[in-house]
């Protein structure tokens, strides 16, 4: 079955060091994959997405992503995190031969002490 | 220009009584999803529509929900009768059937149902 997992419920990092935000995929044949950023009481906002190419790509905020193929992997990475990162992060693959079916992962609650 | 537009924000409602949620999605956009977001979980996909065809509601429970999407543009969802496990935030986000990129999410409405 074609899933997303982000293993960490939470993650507290100190304002100033690096976050991690972990994410690994369960798909077949190449994934295109996205994360979202959510507020309290907001919609989802996109922060970047990796279809093809380099596998470092950037995307908003200053914020970054590592595609790992042999360890199905995409994680999320800032050099320096901001009390203002503190959100819901999502995990996201987009399936399907129309490519239009994307599944969310659950969650990870980013929490920047400052 | 204006995002993915979604009314009411807050909706409480008996158990048994019927509820629709309105979306308008972005200008140009053809592809519009609805997605359903429990507490601490990741949206899942209720419905997708190209244009006005609903190409994928495989998710969408049948006996109870609803969605049209006239005129290819703005889309309603309605459930009747509302049920006690309905109560969540539905997202209404949309695509340009183009490219892939992210997707634009609106703020989505949050049901309680009581």
């Known amino acids: 079955a074609q899933s997303v997992a982000q293993p960490e419920d939470q993650v507290n990092v100190a304002e100033g060091n690096p976050l991690t935000v972990k994410c690994t995929y369960s798909?077949?044949?190449?994934?295109?994959l996205f994360w979202y950023v959510q507020y309290p009481n907001r919609g989802l906002q996109f922060l970047l997405k990796y279809i093809t190419g380099d596998n470092l790509v950037k995307g908003s905020y200053g914020f970054e992503a590592e595609f790992n193929k042999s360890q199905t992997s995409f994680h999320l990475k800032k050099p320096s995190a901001l009390v203002s990162d503190s959100a819901l992060y999502f995990c996201?693959?987009?399936?399907?031969?129309?490519?239009?079916?994307?599944?969310f992962g659950a969650g990870t609650r980013l929490f920047v002490k400052a | 220009e204006a995002g993915v537009v979604q009314s009411p924000r807050y909706k409480i409602i008996e158990k048994k009584q019927p509820v629709a949620f309105w979306c308008n999605p972005i200008s140009g956009h053809n592809t519009l999803y609805w997605y359903r977001q429990n507490l601490g979980q990741g949206p899942e996909l209720l419905i997708r529509?190209?244009?006005?065809?609903?190409?994928?509601d495989s998710q969408l429970p049948k006996d109870r929900f609803s969605a049209e999407r006239l005129k290819g543009v703005d889309s309603t969802l309605k459930i009747q009768p509302a049920e006690l496990g309905d109560s969540a935030v539905y997202l209404c986000?949309?695509?340009?059937?183009?490219?892939?990129?992210?997707?634009?999410f609106g703020s989505g409405t949050r049901l309680t149902v009581v």
């Open positions: 798909v077949s044949g190449n994934p295109y």
């Open positions: 986000a949309s695509s340009s059937g183009t490219d892939v990129g992210g997707y634009t």
């Open positions: 529509y190209e244009n006005e065809e609903a190409v994928d």
């Open positions: 996201a693959v987009r399936v399907g031969t129309g490519g239009f079916k994307t599944i």
